[in-house]
């Protein structure tokens, strides 16, 4: 798979590819995106060195899947090009409330990726993925229930 990480100098870029080298996910090519500040440096990936690449400049026909995470406007301005040719994955909150675009969180509703409109999947932010994670058991256990299942 053919990957971009767009905000790979961030602390979430920086956590995105330290999950994908953890979890040995199959990189066939990987392109790290960020602004002209960081155009130059490197950062290492399973023990190879990968040059950071400019955004502004990058052809997303290059890739199948693009991990966002450098703010709402930078998501704004270049997440629907990127999602012409790849599926995008968005950390920002720019894209949360657009009905066109699934709410994903994996361990909670993984169906929900399978009507993906506009290519582009969004993730509330942290804390609150954190929370649906605990109450889905919750809700399943109790669904029956009409106000926790209201709640969730």
Do not use: W
């Amino acid at each position: 798979m053919n990957i971009a990480i767009v905000g790979a100098t961030g602390n979430v870029g920086r956590k995105i590819l330290e999950v994908l080298e953890k979890k040995n996910f199959r990189v066939d090519n990987l392109h790290l995106l960020a602004s002209t500040k960081s155009l130059g440096s490197s950062l290492n990936f399973k023990g190879k060195d990968i040059k950071i690449e400019l955004l502004e400049d990058f052809d997303f026909s290059k890739v199948d899947l693009t991990f966002f995470s450098a703010g709402g406007g930078i998501s704004e301005k270049f997440a629907p090009k990127a999602a012409k040719n790849s599926i995008v994955v968005d950390n920002s909150s720019f894209f949360r409330m657009d009905p066109e675009v699934p709410l994903i969180v994996p361990q909670v509703n993984p169906n929900d990726m399978k009507n993906i409109p506009k290519n582009i999947i969004a993730n509330p932010n942290c804390s609150t993925a954190q929370l649906v994670i605990v109450l889905k058991p919750l809700h399943d256990l109790f669904k029956k229930e009409s106000y926790l299942g209201e709640l969730i």
